[in-house]
C-alpha cells in the first residue's frame, strides 16, 4: 500500500502571502490530521479532518485553516503569512476510529516564511 | 506544566546498549500512548502503541506505561547505529466531538549509536 504523501514538499513564501499544501492519505483511510512542527514548540496538532467534516481542532489561529474532499485527500491553508510560520507541516492519516492508535505520517511539506 | 515532557537528551550510546527513552504526562485521561521514530528531515515513523498499562514488546523495542506515576518508557536492546534517531512519545488525547483524539507529542529525545 502506498503511503501517505504529501506536496509540494519544499515552499519559500514571503509574508502576508498565502499557502496551500496538499495530503493523500493511505488509501481507505478516512482522517487525516494535520500537525505543525518546529524546533521550539516540537509538534503540535491542527486540526483533523474526517468525512470532510472537521472534528477536532487544535489552539491555531483563524488563519489556518483546511478542508477535506469526498476521497479524503486533505488541504491546509494558511493566509497572510507570518515568519513564525516557517515550520515541517505534517499530516497523517488513519482509519479514523476512536482510540487513534494507528496514525501514519508523510514526510512532510517544509515552509520557509521570508 | 507541559501536557507531556520529555527529555531533549541528546542521548549518546555505544552500539549494543541497552537504551531507556522516558516521558511523563500530566494527564490520568489519556489511554493509548504512541512511539514514534523520526529520522533527520523524514515525518515520525509509528513505532508502537500501549493501551493503559503495563508492557508491550515488539524485537527489540519495549514499551511500558505505568498509569499510576503517569510514566511512559521506552526500551530499545542491542542498540544498532540504524536506530540513531529522535524518539517522540505521544498520548491520545480525548476524542472531543467523536474524534480519534489527537496525538499530543512530547518534545522527542535524539539518540545516537555509536558504532
Known amino acids: 500500500k502506498a503511503g501517505v504523501t504529501q506536496t509540494p514538499r519544499y515552499l519559500i513564501k514571503t509574508r502576508g502571502q498565502q499557502v496551500t499544501l496538499s495530503c493523500s492519505p493511505i488509501s481507505g483511510h478516512r482522517s487525516v490530521s494535520w500537525y505543525q512542527q518546529t524546533p521550539g514548540q516540537g509538534l503540535q496538532f491542527l486540526f483533523e479532518y474526517f468525512s470532510e467534516t472537521q472534528r477536532n481542532k487544535g489552539n491555531f489561529p483563524g488563519r489556518f485553516s483546511g478542508r477535506q474532499f469526498s476521497n479524503s485527500r486533505s488541504e491546509m491553508n494558511v493566509s497572510t503569512l507570518e515568519l513564525g510560520d516557517s515550520a515541517l507541516y505534517l499530516c497523517?492519516?488513519?482509519?479514523?476510529?476512536?482510540?487513534?492508535?494507528?496514525?501514519?505520517f508523510g514526510p512532510g511539506t517544509r515552509l520557509t516564511v521570508l | 506544566q507541559k501536557e507531556v515532557e520529555q527529555d531533549p537528551g541528546p542521548l549518546s550510546v555505544p552500539e549494543g546498549a541497552i537504551v531507556s527513552l522516558n516521558c511523563t504526562y500530566s494527564?490520568?485521561?489519556?489511554?493509548?500512548f504512541m512511539w514514534y521514530r523520526q529520522y533527520s528531515r523524514k515525518g515520525p515513523e509509528l513505532l508502537m502503541y500501549?493501551?493503559?498499562?503495563g508492557n508491550k514488546e515488539d524485537g527489540r523495542f519495549t514499551a511500558q506505561v505505568d498509569k499510576s506515576s503517569k510514566y511512559i518508557s521506552l526500551f530499545i536492546r542491542d542498540s544498532q547505529p540504524s536506530d540513531s534517531a529522535t524518539y517522540l512519545c505521544?498520548?491520545?488525547?480525548?476524542?472531543?466531538?467523536?474524534?480519534?483524539?489527537?496525538?499530543?507529542f512530547g518534545k522527542g529525545t535524539k539518540l545516537s549509536v555509536k558504532p
Open positions: 505521544a498520548p491520545v488525547g480525548p476524542n472531543y466531538g467523536g474524534s480519534q483524539g489527537n496525538l499530543i
Open positions: 500501549t493501551y493503559s498499562s
Open positions: 497523517a492519516s488513519s482509519v479514523g476510529l476512536a482510540g487513534g492508535q494507528t496514525q501514519y
Open positions: 494527564n490520568s485521561a489519556f489511554q493509548y
